[in-house]
């Protein structure tokens, strides 16, 4: 009889982790300085923890509406409001979600039919291409360059749009480049998506994490909220990557779909989590604004010291990433992180971890100390002497 395969061909066809192997790696080393993991060096403000642990003490341990909290919605609703101008129904418009993460395979599972095509910019953050294919769609992805400072521009995103396009999944500021897309290039992707009837995925959960430049809301563009998924979520903002919460805002129809998979696969986030979001936008701005200031102050200097070392960094205006090309070393980007890792013990991610175009590029991130990034770029500055192509 035929060996029948124990795995689903949908999970068989998803390419393995490329950083697995790298992680391991540096699991079993000492010393290692890491610029490679993605969320806040800083822990959760403790007026934002204590309403979690105050959910605890008064007993708040129970499901919640699968919506999420109608506080938290409502507190999320004014937030879109002020920040941008947008009116969402508390009601019916928005939807806790169990990070961006979840909000990102629900919005996608609720709108692809099998082999419609996503397209989104390259690089982009690790979950896209699979969460697209576990939803059954096709991922295309738009290259974006250092010329440009890898802003997409909407001319390409308009040149791979074919019948089965459903949808662009945009991701700005951008994991893994820290950038940016300006207002005026997003006018002309909103033009773009409305022309061609598309949805916009928007993935905005580095929102807050702007250096002198504003963010631009996808669905506060004209015509765009009833087009645009919009996902956000605590994790960055307020250092709360532990707490799982999210949220999308749509219009009702998308949410209605989206609730619809995850009442039957979530239920609900936790419940101290969306009690700890609701403190978090109440009173939360004030240490947003001191951890944005002293990213600022770190982003500055690893970008100047990336530069001085030899390896070229465009100015990311968002995140907490830098994207440096390590080009000049003749190396593949898999290659120097290795061996950076073993050679030198600093730890980053190679750029074609998150697409082609990553190829050629790592990713630094600047959530750690001052102290670690100085001595990171001693340590680098070393590695590269001994390695210039
Ligand atoms: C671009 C992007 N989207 C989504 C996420 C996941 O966020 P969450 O913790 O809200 O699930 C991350 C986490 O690194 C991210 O970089």
Redesign the pocket.
């Known amino acids: 009889m035929e060996e029948r395969n124990l795995i689903s061909k949908r999970v068989r066809d998803i390419p393995p982790s490329g950083i697995r192997r790298f992680f391991d790696l540096l699991a079993s080393m000492e010393g290692v300085i890491s610029l490679g993991v993605?969320?806040p060096d800083f822990v959760t403000p403790w007026h934002i923890r204590e309403a979690g642990i105050y959910s605890v003490e008064k007993g708040y341990t129970s499901y919640t509406s699968n919506y999420g909290l109608l506080e938290l919605r409502e507190e999320i609703a004014r937030y879109l409001k002020t920040r941008y101008g947008l009116d969402y129904d508390p009601g019916r418009e928005l939807l806790i979600?169990?990070?961006?993460?979840?909000?990102?395979d629900l919005a996608l599972r609720a709108i692809l039919d099998p082999g419609d095509e996503v397209i989104t910019p390259d690089p982009?953050?690790?979950?896209?291409m699979p969460c697209t294919m576990l939803a059954g769609g096709v991922f295309i992805p738009v290259p974006t360059t250092i010329e440009n400072d890898f802003q997409v521009k909407a001319q390409d995103i308009e040149r791979r749009i074919t019948p089965r396009t459903k949808a662009v999944l945009l991701?700005y500021?951008?994991?893994?480049t820290g950038a940016v897309v300006a207002r005026k290039e997003l006018l002309k992707v909103a033009e773009v998506v409305g022309r061609h009837n598309l949805i916009v995925i928007s993935?905005e959960?580095?929102e807050r994490l702007v250096y002198g430049v504003e963010h631009t809301c996808f669905a506060s563009l004209p015509g765009m909220k009833e087009r645009t998924i919009l996902?956000?979520?605590?994790?960055?903002a307020y250092a709360?990557?532990g707490w799982?919460?999210?949220y999308a805002a749509a219009r009702e129809e998308i949410i209605e779909a989206m609730l619809k998979i995850h009442q039957y696969t979530m239920l609900c986030a936790p419940i101290m989590g969306q009690m700890a979001a609701i403190e978090a936008l109440k009173e939360g701005d004030e240490q947003v604004a001191e951890m944005v200031a002293e990213y600022d102050k770190r982003r500055r200097i690893m970008v100047k010291g990336l530069n001085d070392i030899g390896l070229t960094c465009f100015e990311p205006r968002g995140?907490f990433y830098t994207f440096p090309s390590i080009k000049s070393t003749g190396l593949s980007s898999d290659e120097f992180a290795e061996r950076l890792l073993l050679e030198d013990k600093v730890a980053v991610i190679p750029g074609s971890t998150f697409g082609q175009c990553g190829e050629g590029y790592i990713r630094c991130c600047y959530a750690t100390s001052m102290a670690e990034i100085e001595e990171a770029l001693n340590r680098m500055s070393r590695f590269l002497k001994r390695h210039r192509a």
Do not use: W
């Not at 982009?124 to 896209?128: L, P, R």
């Not at 996902?231 to 960055?236: A, N, Q, V």
């Open positions: 993605g969320e979600t169990v990070g961006v993460s979840e909000g990102l982009g953050y690790v979950s896209y991701g500021p951008n994991n893994p993935d959960v580095y996902l956000s979520g605590f994790s960055k709360m990557t799982r919460i999210g995140a």
